[in-house]
């Protein structure tokens, strides 16, 4: 009897074994903002060298992100750039409360030819000569902080708010926005082609469109139009472990300082 049970035991051993290498052997897949892309994809090469499980990573807008979630594509972690998209799944059911896992702000990305300070951005953003580029409200994140701002914009300078309202271009983000060609970054290629002078987007991208077109500048937003970007994550209430482990891992130091490397900030 006990060598029947230790056959079995070590039968059951195998089987366990094989189900862990054959769920770690299919991709988990994460959907992300696209402010993500440079740090959630060194964050998933890391997280696959220490645990072998692979990571899929679909990048986008995050309210387009949330729609085709909902729409029945099959994403098991969702990290956004904001805690809106995330909360609305989790209020349909089916998903976890999110949680923050890391900040941004907002830069002004400027043209070669534009001069500006952040004493003096607001002023050249109400320039009737000056193009202003933003991301898609409501699809994108980054044009709702956009549009946050013009709002802190109003109390700086009375009637600030319509004039951004009406020149802003929203040139990125949306269901029909140009995507960039392949090995493009979007903002960097948006202000290579001219579409605008001024573009404003996460620091983060910034940093990294200036890396892509060194020509361009970055402008830090003064404190009193800022506007703090919190990224919410959430996951499938029913999610693998795997799924919960790549949460972890996002979320533990390790995870932590790869972002802090890409320009953001702690939860």
Request: hydrophobic share 35%; glycine share 16%; aromatic share 6%.
């Given at each position: 009897m006990k060598r029947i049970a230790f056959i079995l035991g070590t039968i059951a051993l195998a089987l366990a074994g094989c189900a862990m290498t054959e769920q770690a052997a299919t991709p988990l897949p994460v959907y992300a903002a696209g402010s993500l892309r440079e740090a959630l994809t060194a964050i998933a090469a890391d997280h696959e060298a220490r645990s072998g499980q692979k990571v899929a990573l679909t990048f986008g807008a995050s309210g387009l992100l949330r729609q085709r979630i909902e729409q029945g594509e099959g994403a098991l972690v969702f990290a956004s750039a904001d805690t809106e998209h995330p909360q609305r799944l989790a209020a349909r059911g089916g998903w976890a409360p999110p949680q923050v896992f890391a900040r941004n702000s907002l830069c002004a990305l400027t043209a070669a030819h534009i001069s500006a300070t952040p004493d003096t951005l607001l002023a050249t953003l109400l320039r009737p000569d000056v193009r202003l580029g933003t991301s898609t409200p409501k699809a994108d994140p980054s044009g709702d902080y956009a549009w946050a701002l013009f709002r802190?914009?109003?109390?700086?300078?009375?009637?600030?708010?319509?004039?951004?309202?009406?020149?802003?271009?929203?040139?990125?983000?949306?269901?029909?926005?140009?995507?960039?060609?392949?090995?493009?970054?979007?903002?960097?290629?948006?202000?290579?082609?001219?579409?605008?002078?001024v573009f404003l987007t996460y620091c983060t991208n910034a940093v990294a469109s200036q890396r892509e077109v060194p020509r361009l500048k970055i402008v830090q937003v003064p404190p009193e139009l800022q506007v703090g970007a919190a990224y919410g994550l959430t996951q499938r209430s029913d999610a693998p472990r795997a799924a919960r482990d790549f949460v972890a891992y996002l979320l533990s130091e390790p995870g932590q300082a790869v972002l802090q490397r890409y320009g953001f900030g702690r939860p």
């Open positions: 802190k914009a109003e109390a700086v300078r009375p009637g600030g708010y319509a004039l951004l309202e009406t020149k802003a271009l929203k040139l990125t983000g949306g269901a029909d926005s140009p995507k960039p060609p392949a090995g493009r970054g979007t903002y960097a290629w948006v202000m290579d082609e001219g579409q605008a002078d």
